[in-house]
């Protein structure tokens, strides 16, 4: 057994950057803590520990000291967040009512019997989650906004200015239940793709029909499917025929045609034919569980604009507080200036000193994107390479399954000596139907396609990278390359033509023949994706360099560069030659984004700055190597991706801007006492966050 053990914890409240931080810190300090991973976005707390020292018990009575619960199930959504069971907006509202009755007594009514009742409850009641947060900061000696605005609240009380007291209490309260509402918007984006799944499966057990929860169905069971249900499970076609919506997972709209040995994932919509799906992956490693799990874990990689904003709150915050203290003391101390007046712009500094909506400007931008492009089918691993995508000069791609669809095909037979097409593919399927060369598959599949009958041959020879060598109807024949032929001395003039200029156009030609006679001619060519040349272009409109990197012929290469689009490409290339290729690219051009297949790949997605794997849904390894996963198997979300992270680094950029400019702003307004507490909340807190938060979950819905 293992001496540790993994704590889960869903975490009630949990809508700041702050709180996040206030967690992770109290709960590291628990002896036998080994690590710790606050998810804000998903408002999830995992922590492992030693087995024999910490239990869920021990982290939840962290949690309590700190003013937070667990939840057994999830937090609010932004459909149940309005109601009376959000405690805290019940609190905000009734503050909200006091401080109205307030206002309108002292200033309408002119009656002190009225507002200094209805203030003090507004205080009372919206402070009540203030106070209780503040004071747990205070014993972790954690300084964050809910300390400051006690401190605030207790100054304003202390010269009397009981309705900004009110105000400050009421307007932080309905800053962050509205900031919590944004963030369990966010948080719905993500859980969304749990959505899919199905809590339950139609398993056939014993002869028998039986509906059982998902996470109890096991490796080998057979799941019933009928149409219009959402797949419960990832598996394996063993019976029927369908179309399966996997939009959910690889972002493509058009439903995939499924058959007998076929894969599905679970979440996954069937069309209008049964299907029995024997399961491969139990409930907590499906494709879904695992790209919620990345998605989470895509939090831990900082992008650089959260560690400059962390960097510059470090600072800012402590720097504030000192000059609000100074401005407190300094002129009525040393300059005979009147105290209380000063004490107020301290005040003011005090709570514009908070740098929430600054922290949050950009961690709720790529928590939206990152989501966003989840659920179209492109998962960025972080933050980190959320950004580096869309700063990236060049594009390399791999050639063979990425801009073509890695399945060569046969385009032309040419029949020589009163030889029919029909009798040369005989021949060749014939020949080669004992070979496991992938070119071969493509002579027996255009067999098939063509209804060639393949007849078995004998005494069968492979030399390999060459071609074959059968008996064939009492008869010696070969198939295989031009040089082969010429090794086992046939005369080539007859087709010496045709074969000059099908080299010349990049394809890969097939000899068919004997010892006396060339019989026929075939040309076979791994096709160009439909929307490659689509793609291609679109980088080259965004400013994007684009290049090729193959190990294939050069002919091969020139064929398909040229039939895409792509001017500069490099052929007969070793993994370690295209490594050295992006060097070269990085240092020509800038930072250079790969795209490959994953695995085959890895050495050179490794190299650079942002690795790309295309069609990796199903493929645990091409998942974990890949910076940036496509899952689906159309390269046009590669177009997506970029777009999104290039729109993603520019509302970072306005976020930080905003909260940088308005709070600076308000500092320089407060001295000469141009800003009240009111309004440092109100534009400071409530405004910025609001307008920040608003501004990211656009990107959630871009397209």
Sequence with gaps: MEDFVRLSSRVEGMDCIECAKKIEKAVKSIDGVRSVRVSYAMGKLNVEADRNKVSQEDINKVLDRLGYKVREDDDLDANAFFSFKNRRLVAAAVSGAFFAVGVISEFLLHEPYLYYPAYIIAI?????????????????????????????????????????????????????????????????SITELIDFTPRQALIHRDGKDVLVDVTDVSIGDVAIVKPGQRVPVDGEVVSGESHVDESAITGESVPAAKAVGDGVFGGTLNGSGALEVRVTKRYEDNMISKIIQLVEEAEAAKSPSERF??????????????????????????????FEEWFYRGLVLLVISCPCALVISTPVSVVSAISGGARRGVLYKGGLFLERMGSVSAVAFDKTGTLTQGRPRVEEVIPYNNYSAHEVLKIAASAENRSEHHLARAIIDKAREENVPIEKAQSFMAFSGKGVAVVFQERRVFAGSPQFFEEMGVDLSSCRKDLEERSALG?????????????????????????????????????????????????????????????????????????????????????????????????????????????????????????????GDDLRTLLYGVRMSRKARSVIKENIAAALIIKLALTVLALPGFVTLWMAILIGDLGVSLAVISNALRLNRFR
């Design 309 to 338: 904003v962390d960097r510059f709150a470090r600072w800012y915050t402590p720097a504030v507080v000192g000059l609000a203290a100074l401005v407190m003391v300094v002129p009525a101390l040393f300059f005979g200036q009147p």
């Design 124 to 188: 009372l009641v919206g402070g009540y989650y203030i106070v209780r947060r503040g004071i747990a900061s205070v014993r972790e000696r954690y300084l964050d906004m809910n300390v400051l605005m006690i401190v605030a609240v207790i100054g304003a009380v202390l010269i009397q200015a009981w309705e900004e007291a009110a105000s400050i209490v009421f307007l932080f309260s309905l800053a962050e239940v509205l900031e919590s509402f944004s963030v369990a918007r966010t948080r719905r």
């Design 507 to 631: 394809r890969t030609v097939i000899l068919v023949g004997a010892e006396e006679e060339i019989i026929g001619l075939m040309t076979i060519r791994d096709q160009p994706r439909p929307e490659a040349k689509e793609v291609v272009s679109g980088l080259k409109a965004m400013g994007l360099k684009v290049v090729m990197l193959t190990g294939d012929d050069p002919k091969v290469a020139e064929g398909i560069a040229r039939e895409v689009g792509i001017e500069e490409y490099r052929a007969r290339l070793l993994p370690q030659d295209k490594v050295a290729a992006i060097e070269e690219y990085r240092s020509k051009y800038g930072p250079t984004l790969m795209v490959g297949d994953g695995v085959n790949d890895a050495p050179a997605l490794a190299k650079a700055e942002v690795g790309v794997a295309m069609g990796v849904a199903g493929t645990d390894v091409a998942l974990e190597a890949a910076d940036v996963a496509l899952m």
